[in-house]
């Protein structure tokens, strides 16, 4: 069965820190996608990245970077000089498989604050 | 023009009632979702159609339905509502294999 765990329930950092948010997941498939997804405190989810378990090449976007290793298992995401519009609750979230349909397994959030 | 929408934002309504959530995507996906997240802001699976099949049907009470009748919409009826069924309720729709899925706002469904 597929889990992700994230161990990082809450995290605070002033404006302009950088900040890392831990990912590890659990899957038996040898093809399997990674995802990263915001929910700020409106509500809605908006979808970051995806990764699929062929490219361990790291992913930087702006002040958002992604670093997956196979070997242990992560999918950490890291935020460079964190801005407050960065406060939100991050999932990662794991897609075993092939097919046409899949599901998102879900970790259980960061909650990210950032204050000035 | 919203990629996914969802009907009502919010909805509040006593135990016992039936209320439905109505879901479209204007995105061209074949596949559409419901996910439920709980007070402690985590999110399940519920249900999952591919065109217009329903695929996946996790451990969910028959109270609830799904409903799709065309490849862009997927309703959510739900029976007998109780107080554990407060929560956020977030369609959402992907395109086969690209497996990354877009989300609707989310309906907060409170029951009193």
């Known amino acids: 069965a597929q889990k992700v765990t994230q161990a990082q329930t809450e995290i605070s950092v002033v404006e302009k820190e950088d900040v890392t948010l831990d990912c590890v997941y659990e899957t038996r498939d040898t093809t399997y996608y990674l995802f990263w997804y915001k929910q700020p405190p409106s509500g809605e989810l908006v979808f970051l990245i995806r990764r699929n378990s062929f490219d361990e090449q790291n992913e930087i976007s702006g002040r958002y970077s992604w670093n997956f290793q196979k070997s242990t298992s992560s999918f950490n995401f890291t935020i460079t000089a964190s801005q407050v519009v960065d406060s939100a609750v991050y999932f990662c979230?794991?897609?075993?498989?092939?097919?046409?349909?899949?599901?998102?397994?879900f970790g259980t959030g960061t909650r990210l604050q950032v204050t000035l | 023009d919203t990629a996914v929408s969802q009907t009502p934002k919010y909805l509040v309504t006593q135990m016992g009632n039936d209320k439905s959530i109505k879901c479209e995507q204007n995105?061209?996906?074949?596949?559409m979702y419901w996910y439920k997240q709980d007070s402690k802001k985590f999110l399940k699976i519920m249900f999952s159609y591919n065109n217009k099949e329903l695929i996946i049907n996790e451990t969910v009470p028959n109270r609830f339905s799904p409903k799709s009748p065309d490849k862009a919409h997927l309703n959510l009826h739900i029976n007998s509502l109780e107080l554990g069924d407060s929560a956020v309720y977030f369609c959402?729709?992907?395109?086969?294999?690209?497996?990354?899925?877009?989300f609707g706002q989310g309906t907060r469904l409170t029951v009193v």
């Open positions: 959402a729709s992907s395109q086969g294999t690209r497996k990354e899925a877009f």
């Open positions: 995105l061209g996906h074949d596949t």
């Open positions: 979230a794991l897609s075993e498989g092939g097919g046409t349909a899949s599901k998102l397994t």
